[in-house]
């Protein structure tokens, strides 16, 4: 089975890579649903939302000023080092990545779209006015330009995802034969329907994940195990 996925990947016009928090386990993120998704018994799902901002914009701040304090001593690993590899010897045309960790951007990858956001990207509740940290949030971030709260720049759920950045990920996928799936659970849409129009343009989707997911029923290879040691493993054979 390796063989035929190193034979896909190396026959591909078009490899696109579509990633979720899995690809970052190896560099100590922890991922949104495992066993380390949880932060003071709270759900992801119930402060990544605009809701909860509203209600309690500190405690939302707080935990992401705790995610940007672990993000900030985690480093790329060797799976997105790959990606990096493949990007830079043409193998990879565009990487879709779910996490807002930056580690992609990080490790050197140029083309990619970061469909949810980027976790030290700010923006104003009521302004035009953009910004960036780049130490871990204090308190609720006053805009600097009318005093208003700042929130993180990252895409809560019931939220729609950027109009441009979409845009473009869909003519990435329109143009993809292949849809290298790495580390996602494949649960939140629209990101987890992605791989799926690859397919219905009859594309192939090759899943690297620790376990089954939903989508897994419906890739073309299903390779079994750590992102971080599968990718690099993919790339030795490669060569
Ligand atoms: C929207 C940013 C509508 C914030 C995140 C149907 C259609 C459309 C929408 C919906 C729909 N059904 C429901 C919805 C609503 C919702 C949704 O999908 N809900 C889910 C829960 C059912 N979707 C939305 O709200 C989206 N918006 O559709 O808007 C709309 C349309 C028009 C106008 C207005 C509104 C917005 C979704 C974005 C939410 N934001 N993050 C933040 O990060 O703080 S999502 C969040 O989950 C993260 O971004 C994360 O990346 C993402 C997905 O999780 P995964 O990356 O997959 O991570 P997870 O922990 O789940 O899984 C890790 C995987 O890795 C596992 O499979 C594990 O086995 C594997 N793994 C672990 N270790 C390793 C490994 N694999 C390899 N190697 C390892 N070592
Ligand atoms: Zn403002």
Request: negative net charge; glycine residues 8%.
């Amino acid at each position: 089975m390796l063989q035929s996925v190193i034979d896909v990947i190396a026959t591909a016009d078009y490899m696109v890579a579509l990633t979720g928090a899995g690809i970052s386990k190896e560099s100590n993120v922890p991922t949104f649903r495992g066993e380390d998704g949880l932060w003071r018994n709270y759900d992801a799902m119930e402060l990544a939302t605009p809701d909860a901002f509203r209600r309690d914009p500190s405690l939302v701040w707080e935990w992401y000023a705790w995610r940007q304090g672990l993000i900030a001593n985690c480093n790329p690993n060797p799976a997105h080092l790959t990606l990096v590899k493949w990007e830079q010897e043409g193998i990879l045309k565009s990487l879709i990545t779910q996490n807002v960790d930056g580690l992609h951007i990080r490790a050197g990858s140029t083309i990619v779209y970061e469909v949810h956001g980027d976790l030290w990207a700010l923006k104003c509740v009521s302004c035009d006015y953009k910004g960036r940290l780049d130490v871990p949030a204090e308190g609720i971030p006053p805009c600097p330009k009318c005093d208003n709260n700042l929130r993180p720049d990252v895409v809560w759920f019931g939220e729609s995802l950027d109009r441009d950045t979409i845009s473009n990920v869909y003519q990435e996928l329109e143009k993809a034969d292949v849809c290298l799936v790495i580390g996602t659970s494949s649960f939140v849409q629209p990101a987890a329907s992605f791989p799926l129009i690859v397919k219905q343009s009859g594309g192939l989707i090759i899943e690297v994940n620790i376990e089954r997911t939903p989508l897994t029923s419906a890739v073309d290879y299903h390779l079994s195990g750590k992102a971080g040691e599968i990718l690099p493993q993919l790339d030795l054979l490669l060569s």
